[in-house]
């Protein structure tokens, strides 16, 4: 009864950019800006976000599907899979999408834009109970859920002269690293670390993980070459880095050389490179190439979805982490409720949060504190945040200024270096 008059009457899909520091990865470099898509839908008087990728075919598709939405129950979330088929079947091939972005892939489009849309309705379903959204999800298990400090090496400044350097200076050495870490620690009290590697020389790497173990002995550290090593390079390192690490992120690439060096070294592999989808989760049981799924509801299909995955997780006896590329704080509060109501989500969850400049965020208020190396779930409605109009319209009147319309991670870096290929394994 009540259904019938909750239906959608009106949504929004807004583009928006925020500034990135020139992070480095096994892909190349980040751009000066990130693009992320900003989701409103209406129903009763309440609006319901929602936060995805901001990739051309993203972008297309969300805005594509969004008028079909309109008179949905907000309860339907199989209609809304549906409507979203439908309406996605109507674009033209899409290109391709970042491959570290993997929610812009054009396989995973369905599973993306679902994702955008159920965590707007689900804030919406939580905002017209009165609940929060992680009473909706099952209930809270935990109020603070743990995040990692994640560390990049970094250049001290984006190529193009009109941008100016961030606050966080230069990391290319393991000194780099351990003063980064330091000031992340100092702002926000993580009790982990993960490191992006795959990008200088693996003995540079591996050496910064030697020194963060000293600097900050006890903490938990990982690794993440995304997959850029070869098999006798990930085998030397892990002699080295196996005592020291908690898990070991996609060191080489595809099942088959994941199982060999896990058959081979013991050590517990990550992944959210060859486990983005059931299927590869099947792979990976029967050739017991991964230990550790990093989960990412952006890509899995919704909160719903992750859900599911942590399931299987648990029936097949893998651990289960969490991923995050760029994102503000409406992606960092739907991870964290999320993250508070997944018994086997046991490890600290990535963020890029740290990243972002506190006046780039949308939200009303501003940045969400990560203290304690921990975000808190509160007990407002729905995912607990509300957009701030100004910021808002900030925010998308530079994706409006600027030309980057895809994330090109490889091409940003043959601006520094022509030579610079796609190549993997690069070392
Ligand atoms: O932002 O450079 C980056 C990361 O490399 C990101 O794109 C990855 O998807 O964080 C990611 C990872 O864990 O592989
Ligand atoms: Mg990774």
Redesign the pocket.
């Known amino acids: 009864m009540e259904s019938a008059l909750m239906q959608i009457t009106a949504l929004r899909v807004t583009p928006i950019a925020f500034r990135d520091p020139p992070?480095l990865?096994?892909?190349g470099i980040?751009e000066p800006y990130a693009l992320r898509s900003i989701i409103e839908v209406e129903a009763g008087g309440f609006t319901g976000l929602g936060e995805s990728y901001g990739d051309a075919p993203v972008l297309a598709a969300l805005q594509e599907a969004a008028p079909d939405l309109v008179g949905l129950s907000i309860y339907d979330l199989n209609g809304l899979h549906d409507r979203l088929a439908s309406a996605l079947a109507r674009l033209p091939t899409a290109q391709a999408g970042a491959e570290?972005?993997?929610g812009s892939q054009p396989s995973r489009l369905l599973g993306n834009c679902f994702s955008a849309f159920e965590v707007a309705l689900l804030d919406l379903q939580a905002k017209v109970a009165g609940v929060p959204l992680h009473e909706l999800l099952g209930g809270a298990l935990r109020r603070e859920v743990p995040f990692s400090a994640?560390l990049?090496f970094k250049y001290a400044r984006h190529i193009e002269p009109e941008e100016a350097p961030d606050a966080w200076g230069e990391a290319i050495t393991p000194e780099g690293i351990v003063a980064q870490a330091r000031r992340m620690i100092h702002l926000h009290g993580f009790g982990s670390i993960k490191l992006?590697a795959g990008t200088l020389p693996p003995d540079i790497e591996v050496a910064s993980i030697e020194a963060l173990s000293r600097a900050f002995p006890g903490l938990p550290l990982r690794i993440?070459p995304?997959g850029a090593w070869a098999m006798d390079t990930a085998l030397k390192a892990a002699e080295k880095l196996g005592p020291l690490i908690e898990y070991y992120?996609?060191p080489v690439a595809g099942h088959d050389d994941m199982a060999e060096l896990h058959r081979k070294t013991g050590l517990p592999l990550a992944t959210?490179?060859i486990v983005i989808d059931f299927p590869g989760f099947k792979e990976s049981v029967a050739k017991n190439s991964v230990q550790i799924v990093?989960s990412d509801h952006h890509y899995w299909g919704g909160l719903r979805a992750t859900q599911n995955l942590a399931a299987m997780c648990d029936t097949f006896g893998l651990g289960l982490s969490m991923?995050?590329?760029?994102h503000l704080g409406i992606s960092l509060m739907a991870m964290t409720h999320l993250a508070a109501t997944t018994r086997n989500l046991t490890y600290a969850c990535?963020t890029?949060y740290p990243w972002v400049e506190e006046d780039d965020e949308v939200i009303a208020g501003g940045k969400i504190p990560i203290t304690g190396g921990c975000v808190r779930i509160t007990d407002m409605p729905g995912i607990g945040v509300e957009l701030d109009r100004q910021r808002l319209a900030r925010a998308h009147a530079m994706f409006k200024r600027i030309t980057i319309r895809t994330r090109d991670?490889l091409g940003q870096m043959q601006k520094y270096d022509k030579a610079f290929t796609e190549k993997k394994p690069r070392y």
């Open positions: 992070l990865n096994a892909a980040h570290l972005a993997p994640y990049f992006k993440d995304n992120e996609d959210n490179m990093l991923h995050s590329n760029s990535d890029h991670d």
